[in-house]
C-alpha cells in the first residue's frame, strides 16, 4: 500500500498554545458580556430618567389643570351669585366645544395614549 493517499496529518499543537486560545475566547466572551451588560445599564438609566421627565411634566399639567378648574368653579359661584345665568351657560358651552373636539380633547387623547404606550 502507498502512503501517498494518506492526509497529511498536522503536528499536534502544544498545549500551551491551546490553553492560550481558550483564554483569548473566554476574555473576549467576558468583555462582550461586560459591553452588553453596560449598555443594557445605560438604556435603563436612559427610560427611567425619561419617564421621571414625563411624569413631572404630567404633575405640573394636573397642578394647572386644577388651578384652571377651581377658578372656572369661583367664576360659576360668582355667576349664580350675581343671577348670570346666560354668562354660565356660555362657559360650559365653550367648554364642552374645547374639551370634546377642540385643542384640548385632542391634547388629552394625544397625553393618554403616550402614557399607555411608554409604561
Not at 368653579?73 to 348670570?84: C, E, M, P, Q, R
Not at 362657559?91 to 403616550?114: P, T
Request: glycine share 8%; hydrophobic share 40%.
Amino acid at each position: 500500500m502507498s502512503s501517498d493517499n494518506v492526509p497529511m496529518r498536522q503536528p499536534p499543537e502544544s498545549s500551551t498554545d491551546v490553553q492560550a486560545q481558550k483564554e483569548l475566547l473566554t476574555l473576549r466572551e467576558k468583555n462582550q458580556f461586560d459591553y452588553s451588560m453596560a449598555v443594557l445599564a445605560a438604556q435603563e438609566r436612559d427610560r427611567q430618567a425619561y419617564r421621571e421627565h414625563v411624569q413631572k411634566i404630567y404633575k405640573a399639567s394636573l397642578r394647572i389643570w386644577i388651578f384652571v378648574g377651581a377658578f372656572l368653579l369661583i367664576a360659576v359661584i360668582a355667576a349664580f351669585i350675581s343671577g348670570k345665568e346666560q354668562f354660565i351657560l356660555e362657559c360650559l358651552k365653550y367648554i364642552v366645544a374645547a374639551g370634546g373636539g377642540g385643542g384640548v380633547g385632542y391634547v388629552f387623547g394625544y397625553r393618554r395614549r403616550n402614557m399607555e404606550t411608554t409604561s
